[in-house]
């Protein structure tokens, strides 16, 4: 396999998990952002997830000394010059990705592959843009990335068949499961998952029940391991709100359009357990309701 090198760009929620597979996996992986302070945060954020596993007999001090010597957090993108494939986590809007990755364009050398990590933008549409079309994917994986074995891989028609079979056993490389999906907006699990997510803050503001138990219910009902809420905090409500607002300007479907509530939390900063607070509230202790401060936001 000619990929050995992984520039990363963006170290925030998905972008940290990314590097930490990646350089967990063996490969030499380089992980930016354009904030310093992030930068730093998400590195230690990947060796104390290493860190708690271990406690909990789920990883090795094996894992954190491979990541310890291959990761390394970089400042600029042209620290990335090396790389053989870039994947891309900057925040889900189209103009930010496209100025990244026109300027790792013209930074990188023509051999390098381009991934998106987009939820749901059109790789045919980024790709257009990156200028080097017939070396572009997405490479779409799922939170906690360390974790979660699936990635959704989308081969859009310019892209060379060596390439995308490079792309592929890369993911295999890294302990994932590929499915090729079609380039179509939202791919498949975001095309399942938008209209559920958002269900389940269409049923909080009708006031069915109480977060918790609207979680409860999922949870005992229908055997998912998490509830809705839950996971919008976990995914970030900033990233749910973006994901739909470009899967109904797509569909223009009334199940992708984002309630009203989410884009009031984005306004208040309550991105959900990223920055402390969302439909729950989280401390040290644990995680509650945010049922008061929520119903007075809907007012
Ligand atoms: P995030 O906000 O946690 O992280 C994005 C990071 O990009 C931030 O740290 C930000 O400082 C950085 N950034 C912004 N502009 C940059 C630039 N010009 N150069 C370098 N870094 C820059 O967002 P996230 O949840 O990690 O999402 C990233 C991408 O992954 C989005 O496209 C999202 O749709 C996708 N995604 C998210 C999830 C999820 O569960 N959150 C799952 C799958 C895919």
Not at 10 to 32: D, E, Q, S
Not at 161 to 190: H, M, R, W, Y
Not at 241 to 246: A, D, L, N, P
Request: aromatic letters at 8%; glycine letters at 8%; a neutral charge.
């Amino acid at each position: 396999m000619s990929i050995s090198k992984i520039g990363v760009a963006g170290c925030g929620l998905m972008g940290a998990g990314i590097a930490h597979t990646c350089a967990r996996a063996g490969f030499t992986t380089f992980v930016t952002d354009k904030n310093q302070e992030i930068l730093g945060k998400g590195i230690n954020r990947i060796f104390s997830f290493i860190d708690k596993g271990i406690e909990k007999g789920k990883a090795t001090l094996e894992e954190r000394r491979t990541v310890e010597k291959n990761l390394t957090g970089v400042d600029k993108l042209e620290e990335l010059i090396d790389c053989d494939l870039i994947i891309e986590a900057v925040p889900e809007v189209f103009q930010i990705k496209a100025d990244i990755f026109q300027n790792l364009n013209n930074i990188l050398p023509a051999r390098c592959i381009f991934a998106s990590n987009t939820s749901s933008l059109k790789i045919s549409n980024l790709a257009e843009i990156s200028g080097r079309k017939d070396k572009f994917v997405g490479i779409h994986f799922f939170n906690p990335v360390p974790v979660m074995n699936l990635t959704e891989v989308i081969k859009i028609e310019a892209t060379k068949p060596e390439v995308f079979a490079e792309v592929l056993t890369f993911i295999k490389a890294i302990g994932k499961t590929p499915i090729v999906c079609q380039d179509s907006t939202g791919f498949v699990v975001n095309r399942l998952l938008t209209p559920y997510l958002l269900d389940a803050v269409r049923a909080f503001e009708a006031r069915l029940a109480s977060v918790t138990d609207i979680d409860t219910a999922v949870k005992l009902g229908l055997g998912y391991p998490m509830g809705p809420l839950t996971l919008i905090d976990y995914v970030g409500v900033e990233t749910v709100h973006h994901t739909s607002e470009i899967m109904e300007n797509e569909y223009h479907l009334p199940q992708y359009c984002p309630p009203a509530l989410l884009r009031r939390m984005m306004d208040k900063g309550w991105l959900g357990k990223k920055s402390g607070k969302g439909f729950y509230v989280y401390s040290s202790t644990g995680a509650v309701g945010n049922d008061d401060e929520l119903t007075a936001l809907m007012k």
